[in-house]
DNA sequence: TGTCAACTTTACACAGTGTCAAGCAAAGGA
DNA sequence: TCCTTTGCTTGACACTGTGTAAAGTTGACA
């Protein structure tokens, strides 16, 4: 043990989690999570220094429990481009619904706490290298549009799968998870590949 | 006069505006306004019983200085669907750095403030029936993509147009403004529009 | 038996929103 | 001229949520 006890942490960190999960929208607060983790409030805060960092833990415990980069990097074994572009879309676009939660209290506090904000553009950064990745394995089979160089291709599609995106058809469009990934791929490919290319 | 002074009213409004302008992301508080109004922060409570509706005025004050309704109205005048989709991505596209402060304030009060939430909400509704209207337009001459209905098609168009994404592509990203409008008008054309009738 | 770590309880400082009440100054009747 | 109303000021305070501080409890382990 490195200090403190380790099984409280982590009952912190899945209770943090539960609240955001379905809490949506409602703020989660220090002490909702200490009630949930069945602890004081004051016991969190010898465990994290600040709700901020409580996030970021709490993000680093999904990732971990949830294995993005694995999920992320699978997709990298899809042998054309286009494949590789519906199989990171698929890992990205399916890995969104689970992290929503979390996703949506880390955009929240990006305005007030730099720590929160790093943190959440590092993870957002990771996401961005797939989407190189991507665009990268077009352009080396002559598939990527000309309209774009693989720098505005990889913005494009980076801000094309945002979590805000997925929010909006999904929750003010009504969208099923199902029909928001088919329409991803098919847009994706519309804008990325070029017309020779297309499938 | 309805009641009070109209004229400290609209200094409110003003300097609501103009700290929401600059001050982006740094949280404006109802102290920080009733300064810059040159009033006390009590006055400000006597013309607004809450700062989501203080918001709320701003935005309708903005709306109602930059003329959105009349600039969105204006790109219906186009005569084909393709060019009317293009005026309304470039009337919309161009209004958006300029309530983009006020937005932000808009944004982060959604999960906290229901009467913000619907305020917003409406004013976006407003920027969905541009999309429906264009939509319409493309749909009419057959130029419309077999891919989608109408009403997904407005989705993703509405979608692809909204703050965050405006936001992600110029300060993320690094774009222009107008490399902003002119990628947007190529994504909307390659998306929405039939393979047949690009151009 | 003593000690240490993890946790509890209680209390408080601080920021920001919103409320309340008393006072003041100018405009405009009667 | 006095009186009332209107729009504002000043100052105090309640409330919520974060974060700090300090003293007390409990159980493990040596």
């Known amino acids: 043990?490195?200090?403190?006890?380790i099984g409280t942490r982590e009952k912190i960190l899945k209770a943090a989690w539960e609240l955001l999960e379905d809490n949506r929208a409602k703020s989660v607060r220090m002490s909702d999570i200490a009630k949930q983790a069945g602890i004081s409030r004051q016991a969190l805060y010898l465990h994290f220094p600040t709700r901020a960092e409580m996030l970021v833990a709490t993000a680093r415990y999904l990732d971990d429990v949830k294995k993005v980069d694995e999920r992320?990097?699978?997709s990298r074994a899809a042998t054309t481009g286009v494949e590789r572009l519906n199989a990171f879309i698929e890992a990205w676009g399916n890995y969104i619904p689970e992290i929503y939660g979390v996703a949506k209290a880390f955009i929240a506090l990006q305005d007030t706490d730099e720590a929160a904000a790093l943190a959440w553009s590092d993870r957002m950064q990771a996401v961005r290298h797939g989407c190189e990745a991507a665009v990268a394995a077009?352009?080396?089979?002559?598939?990527?549009?000309?309209?774009?160089?693989?720098?505005?291709a990889s913005d494009i599609?980076?801000?094309?799968?945002?979590?805000?995106?997925?929010?909006k058809l999904r929750n003010d469009c009504g969208w099923s998870q199902k029909r928001y990934i088919e329409t991803m791929k098919l847009t994706a490919r519309r804008v990325l590949v070029g017309e020779g290319a297309q499938r």
């Open 157 to 167: 599609l980076w801000t094309l799968l945002s979590v805000g995106n997925w929010e």
């Open 138 to 152: 077009l352009k080396k089979e002559g598939a990527l549009s000309p309209d774009h160089s693989p720098k505005a």
């Open 72 to 74: 992320l990097a699978a």
């Open 1 to 5: 043990m490195s200090s403190k006890n």
